[in-house]
């Protein structure tokens, strides 16, 4: 019976999230935030009764892939593309200032150019995770900032793709493979393309005449293709989950999907909030360079997306400009395998892996509770706006 | 982006799933085995896209865990114990009855003692997932052959590891070793003793007033963590989430438990029943030796079963009788278990492996094909009673 002991993992990290969500809930902080310390309490860091393996990583990805389908399910197309100018601009200045701040403070601190730019690119991709839970566990997902944040974390993905198939391919080459980053670009703008376009067909057709067990059976398996085919191409899976369920959003309530869809995240994100814990080695975080260089790291990840956001975002005043950056600022697994990809290629070492840790570690921590009080006065001015 | 493959496993589990479910209700025929089929057409035997991993198999332990769990939640523990009398005798007949068929059948074809022995353990253990599944599909969960069925199967299941550690012993050692016998009878004797009493007092428990998120979020880790502890002793997982459900019985219409549990089912049992396809080594059965007395295993292990449950059941009248043993039949991972440990013990040669699959693999076609007629047949017989 090899699967006891992740039942007993699973076990520990669902215990542990419901407690901690309570607690944070009494303490009006972001219940994600307790999530993810659950982890950290039970994980190798502390109690040790919950360690990283494929198992347990794959069931996070799951959690993270149903709570954006779920939050694609609540977007419709058309809302996404009327703030479609503001998320294009968000993304682009959001990949830009980070990347160029990055490698600059690289530069100053003694990073050889590839270590640098390596450091510029793992501060690149957004992780929307954190953020669309906050967002729709305060129920503004259908804000205007957060439509911009949700359609620039796609674009955002798209970009932060080309930018680690530039460097990757410099570190590895010594130059641009112009031919393989075509075709990257051509692949996940086609797979974007084709899901917007699919959405208006998938809006018209009827799922209960399809030759399927029944409709929501057909949409969850709609999901987890849209996440596969977006892994498959080199984009996030999430990415690919939000694509999906946006797909389904005109027929989500003609079939009844939101509930039962919403259910299965219910279960399985915490899961994924939890293992961000887990996977918190604090011990390679404890060394002064790390911390220091950590801190600044952190900070120029943070500002560079708030300033793109910001100036992305400004048609939508400034209070929802500035909820859209820090929207933007969490980042997560991409940074790390960009990070890793370095290590593995000889252009990172491991204090500079461990800089990047910090980085993903501080900026997940840091948008809920920034977006807390941020999002009630984001409110107040549109309410203002429209008096 | 290492989950890329299993993603796209999964969703060629559903999509193929969802598509034979549709085919099986069309031709009238139960949904489950076309699942299941689903799994034979998808995996190595046929086109190859799903390959048997850690990570499937997991997930599919969690499907029937979560459909056990949601049974449960149907079965009120008193409902159970009206029964009770006829569920203990039905597991000690259906224990008693295939073991030694299985054995005597083991000595005529030339087996030494102890491959018949293990033979006639391998015929022991019910596997009540794909019968729950079927009684869920035709809403007879609530009848006294269906009380029968998941009582004597939460039995079936201690006794099947009393008869595994009895065997297992003599083969390591070669003789009964009494203190673990006991140690393990004593541990799952005390396990379901547990949670039937625990079940008057959890039905009292405000689950609203407990240090967690939701009382939601409190059953899922209560099943998790049932199926766990059930699976730590050396139990089923099923049987421990059965339980686990059984425990929030008296309060799943105040917490409304049901539906979300029945949504994460929906998602994950079909991956369960599946991926029972994806395991069938079709292969490994295309052997004269192996099919012929595959055949006689076959029907030793359904007759051994629909004996016991007729004998046990008889006080239900006929059809309710033989019902029960029908929806005993089926034999699951754990005859696959007993077979292996034969195996690595040296007493089972690969060719008397391949028996115990052909077993596992019939046992579980035939009854869910068996009771969709019997269970109307068993319905009428108890208005005819009635009236």
Known sequence: MHGAEHLLEIFYLLLAAQVMAFLFRRLNQPVVIGEVLAGVLVGPALLGLVHEGEVLEFLAELGAIFLLFMVGLETRLKDILAVGKEAFLVAVLGVAFPFVGGYLYGLQ????TLPALFLGTSLVATSVGITARVLQELGVLSRPYARIILGAAVIDDVLGLMVLAVVNGVAKTGQVEMGAILKLVLLSVAFVGLAVLLSTWVARLPLERLPVGSPLGFALALGVGMAALAASIGLAP????????????????????EEPVFAIEGFLAPLFFAMVGVRLELAALASPVVL?????????????????????????????????????????????????????????????????????????????FALKPLIPWAEAGLKGAKE
Chains 1, 2 share one sequence.
């Open 238 to 257: 999430i990415v690919g989950a939000f694509l999906g369920g946006m797909l389904l959003s005109e027929v989500r309530e003609k079939y009844r999907l």
């Open 292 to 368: 220091a260089a950590g801190a600044v790291v952190t900070l120029i990840a943070i500002l560079g997306k708030i300033l793109g956001g910001f100036l992305g975002a400004l048609t939508q005043g400034v209070r929802s400009a500035f909820t859209v950056g820090v929207g933007m600022a969490p980042r997560g697994e991409v940074g790390l395998i960009v990070a890793a990809l370095g290590l593995s290629a000889g252009a990172v070492n491991e204090e500079e892996y461990a800089i990047v840790l910090f980085m993903v570690a501080f900026t997940t921590l840091f948008a809920p």
């Open 109 to 112: 601190i003694g990073f050889q």
